[in-house]
């Protein structure tokens, strides 16, 4: 429990003091680039995406492992440290919360502002956007992207480091096997978000292995957010409005956060999540930034308990 604890409360520290690191110095920029030499013509494209999706992220996670088992062979708290570093690029809280803030303030102030900042949000064309639906779009990132980028790595980590002390393993080793698990399931996600899409011939496979992987974080996320907002009735819900959605998982955090919230949350022309509310002002995305904060201590703390257990 000792060395996990310095791994997520080095994490968090991270997050809370960095935010981010330079793109040219991140990891997961560097693996992006691998995985835009996937993005190109091939004469079997679903093959190559789904060997794509089944070997590059795990590679990664054995990479990072390798790393964290290799410092902590050294000494133990040198591995604490390295893990710390590992799961921090893996994760993203500080950054999200203060984009959604930027476009929030934004929508009062510049309105072609806001729409130019959303498009490190949201994947959608914002060029007609109202500045209602611009918050809508930064609420609904907000949710998806605490799933994405919180949650599921710490969830992993936490999962990971303890099937492997539940095998006997020493505690250095299972630090090494969840930041291994936490850089995998970025490693997923990332090949999702650059290739999961109908119109990229490559990528169906890093869609379905996403949802896969995603349905248990997806999941979590709602009911850390339902107790954080104190409305458990919110999961109800945002289960009725699944449907909706293209995605099997995404519904889940964001129809709480909607019901939660008691606002509207639409993609125009794609859906709509409780209708019969307004779309979200300036006030309860504020509120929302702040909720989603919490949730993200809570992630924290939650995988620290399922770690220890």
Same mark, same amino acid.
């Given at each position: 429990?000792?060395l996990?604890?310095?791994?997520l409360g080095?994490?968090l520290?991270l997050d809370?003091a960095v935010g981010e690191p330079p793109?040219?110095?991140?990891?997961?920029?560097?693996f992006?680039r691998l995985v835009?030499?996937?993005?190109?013509?091939?004469?079997r494209p679903?093959?190559?995406?789904?060997? &794509?999706a089944a070997?590059?992220?795990?590679?990664?996670?054995l990479v990072v492992?390798s790393?964290? #088992?290799?410092a902590?062979q050294?000494d133990?708290?040198?591995?604490a440290?390295?893990?710390?570093v590992?799961?921090?690029?893996?994760t993203? #809280?500080?950054?999200?919360?203060d984009?959604?803030?930027d476009?929030? $303030?934004? $929508?009062?102030?510049?309105i072609e502002l806001?729409r130019?900042?959303?498009?490190?949000l949201?994947?959608?064309d914002? $060029?007609? #956007?109202?500045a209602g639906?611009?918050r809508s779009?930064?609420? +609904?990132?907000?949710?998806e992207n605490?799933a994405?980028? =919180?949650?599921?790595?710490? =969830?992993?980590?936490?999962v990971?480091? &303890?099937g492997?002390?539940a095998?006997?393993a020493?505690?250095?080793l299972?630090?090494?096997a969840?930041c291994?698990?936490?850089?995998?399931?970025?490693g997923?996600n990332t090949?999702?978000s650059?290739?999961g899409?109908?119109?990229?011939?490559t990528?169906?496979?890093p869609a379905r292995?996403?949802?896969?992987v995603?349905?248990l974080?997806?999941r979590?996320?709602?009911? =850390?957010l339902a107790v954080?907002l104190?409305?458990?009735?919110?999961?109800?819900?945002?289960?009725?409005?699944?449907?909706? =959605?293209a995605?099997?998982?995404?519904?889940w955090?964001?129809?709480t956060?909607?019901a939660?919230l008691?606002v509207r949350?639409?993609?125009p022309g794609?859906?709509?999540?409780n209708a019969?509310? +307004?779309l979200p002002?300036?006030a309860?995305?504020?509120v &929302?930034v @702040? @909720?989603?904060?919490v949730?993200?201590l809570?992630?924290?703390?939650l995988a620290?308990?399922?770690?220890w257990y």
């Amino acid at each position: 429990m000792g060395l996990s604890a310095l791994v997520l409360g080095g994490s968090l520290a991270l997050d809370v003091a960095v935010g981010e690191p330079p793109r040219r110095l991140h990891p997961v920029a560097w693996f992006g680039r691998l995985v835009g030499r996937v993005d190109r013509p091939w004469g079997r494209p679903g093959i190559v995406g789904s060997v &794509a999706a089944a070997v590059l992220p795990v590679a990664v996670g054995l990479v990072v492992g390798s790393v964290v #088992l290799a410092a902590g062979q050294v000494d133990p708290l040198a591995g604490a440290l390295v893990g710390a570093v590992a799961l921090f690029v893996s994760t993203s #809280l500080r950054r999200l919360l203060d984009r959604v803030r930027d476009v929030v $303030t934004a $929508t009062g102030e510049d309105i072609e502002l806001a729409r130019e900042q959303l498009r490190a949000l949201a994947g959608r064309d914002a $060029t007609h #956007l109202s500045a209602g639906e611009i918050r809508s779009a930064a609420v +609904e990132s907000l949710a998806e992207n605490l799933a994405d980028g =919180l949650v599921a790595p710490l =969830l992993y980590y936490a999962v990971f480091a &303890a099937g492997a002390a539940a095998t006997g393993a020493g505690p250095v080793l299972a630090i090494a096997a969840g930041c291994g698990g936490a850089a995998w399931v970025k490693g997923v996600n990332t090949l999702d978000s650059m290739l999961g899409y109908h119109t990229k011939p490559t990528g169906k496979g890093p869609a379905r292995l996403d949802d896969a992987v995603m349905w248990l974080p997806a999941r979590v996320s709602a009911v =850390l957010l339902a107790v954080v907002l104190a409305r458990p009735g919110a999961l109800v819900a945002a289960r009725r409005w699944q449907g909706r =959605l293209a995605s099997p998982n995404s519904g889940w955090p964001m129809g709480t956060l909607a019901a939660g919230l008691a606002v509207r949350l639409e993609k125009p022309g794609h859906y709509v999540l409780n209708a019969e509310q +307004e779309l979200p002002d300036t006030a309860v995305t504020t509120v &929302a930034v @702040r @909720r989603v904060a919490v949730t993200g201590l809570l992630a924290y703390a939650l995988a620290g308990v399922v770690a220890w257990y």
